[in-house]
């Protein structure tokens, strides 16, 4: 296994339309992470599956921001009517609770840049 | 609530300095796990080390080390004898135990350039 992978690397936009980001785990992961970085922030928190089931999400994923894992392994993050503000590094990780004890370490694929224009 | 200060945004060192980056953090559990990643340019966050807070033992893994204090509710990380490959941005991290996914809760990062 790789690691994980993002989809596409680079993105740009123009205001308003819709971006899907796709992420491809670690194969044994259980666990799948949405993360954003801006310029000059640490990555911030957006939602987490377990398998299938998305079971935590983030104040700052609005209702224009929607993740799912259809099938338990890969993950889309899809954006609708993007905005200036949404320009930013979107980052994904996996883990397995099983493979390790206590606190999950998380594996980060190398993001998928958003610049809206 | 969570918290992870990085107080420190840039550091410049020369080659084989020692160097030191702060991690403070605010949490209210007593079970809680510390992390230091590294973002070097290509962007892609590494895993460093993780230490749990029941664990107060200072780590050592060549030339770097941990040094956490929970009087102090730090988790300090330490590159003896820098090197230029060393370059790159560290992010501390904390996550609870209990929370669902415990997800990372990061600081804003120290940029670290060394150069030769």
């Known amino acids: 296994d790789t690691g994980v992978s993002q989809d596409p690397r680079h993105k740009i936009t123009k205001r308003g339309q819709n971006v899907t980001f796709r992420c491809d785990p670690i194969?044994?992961?259980?666990?799948l992470y949405w993360y954003r970085q801006t310029l000059g922030q640490g990555p911030e928190f957006l939602t987490y599956?377990?398998?299938?089931?998305?079971?935590?999400k983030s104040r700052l994923l609005s209702d224009r921001f929607s993740a799912e894992r259809p099938k338990g392994s890969f993950s889309t993050l899809e954006i609708q009517r993007t905005e200036q503000g949404d320009s930013a590094m979107y980052l994904c990780?996996?883990?397995?609770?099983?493979?390790?004890?206590?606190?999950?370490?998380?594996?980060f694929g190398a993001g998928s840049r958003l610049t809206v224009l | 609530a969570q918290k992870v200060t990085q107080a420190q945004t840039e550091i410049s060192v020369v080659e084989k300095e020692d160097v030191t980056l702060d991690c403070v953090y605010e949490?209210?559990?007593?079970?809680?796990?510390l992390f230091w990643y590294k973002q070097p340019p290509s962007g892609e966050l590494v895993f460093l080390i993780r230490?749990?807070?029941?664990?107060?033992q200072n780590e050592i893994s060549g030339r770097y080390s941990w040094n956490f204090q929970k009087s102090t509710s730090s988790f300090n990380f330490t590159i003896t004898a820098s090197q230029v490959v060393d370059s790159a941005v560290y992010f501390c991290?904390?996550?609870?135990?209990?929370?669902?996914?415990?997800?990372?809760?990061f600081g804003k990062g120290t940029t670290l350039s060394v150069s030769s």
């Open positions: 194969s044994e992961h259980n666990r």
């Open positions: 599956f377990q398998n299938e089931a998305q079971l935590e």
């Open positions: 230490r749990n807070s029941f664990d107060e």
């Open positions: 991290a904390l996550s609870e135990e209990g929370q669902a996914g415990t997800a990372l809760i």
């Open positions: 949490t209210r559990d007593t079970t809680y796990y």
């Open positions: 990780a996996s883990s397995s609770r099983r493979l390790s004890s206590g606190a999950n370490v998380l594996t």
